[in-house]
């Protein structure tokens, strides 16, 4: 009897704790993506080293007040060539850099550029398009969590997080901008490359 009295009081409790882990699990999607989105654009970049300069992505606009926008496609960088101000101009005269890719990744990825004669805009810019469709592809082809296609988004109209390689959320290749890169000085001097990303 006292065994009988002792499980129908402790199965209940034991079902209480377990749905209070179920609610203190859940959380809202969009929200946890404004706090991410928060933190991304709040990040400070002194840990890279000495701030040198910012290289801007300004692109002709005939719809926008000033006619000119400072932000280009990832996804597709040909696109805002005709109109980009300045595309060949060299914006770096060293002849190595890394390029650090943290938006929208929970794992940040580097990666070493090097160049004969320096850099110009297009070819930074094409550069980390390229690194940024790689992020991509091995993302999904490591993920056991799969982007859900954008036709089957219910609940979200942004792309799902998935939990492959560098733990992708938020953002699908195709709604990433660059703005600006800052040039940061190590203090070994190499140049540390921070991407101004934005959706």
């Known amino acids: 009897m006292i065994k009988k009295l002792l499980s129908v009081l402790f199965i209940p409790a034991l079902l209480g704790c377990n749905l209070n882990l179920v609610k203190k699990k859940s959380v809202d999607p969009a929200e946890m993506g404004r706090q991410r989105e928060q933190a991304s654009a709040e990040r400070n970049n002194d840990n890279l080293g000495k701030y ?118 938020g953002h699908d290749i195709e709604d990433l901008i660059l703005t600006q890169i800052e040039i940061y000085e190590a203090p070994d001097k190499k140049l540390i490359l921070a991407l101004i990303t934005e959706s």
């Open 52 to 169: 040198i300069d910012t290289i801007d992505f300004n692109v002709y606009t005939p719809n926008s007040e000033d006619g000119v926008t400072c932000r280009v496609s990832i996804a597709n960088p040909e696109k805002d060539l005709p109109q980009m101000q300045n595309p060949e101009e060299i914006v770096i005269s060293q002849h190595a850099v890394t390029i650090i890719i943290d938006y929208p990744l929970t794992n940040e990825y580097k990666f070493d550029l090097s160049s004969d004669t320096g850099f110009t805009r297009i070819h930074l810019l094409n550069e980390i398009s390229k690194a940024y469709r790689k992020i991509y592809e091995e993302e999904e082809a490591s993920a056991t969590i799969k982007t859900i296609p954008r036709e089957k988004r219910k609940t979200l109209y942004n792309r799902n997080e998935t939990n492959g390689k560098y733990g992708i959320w």
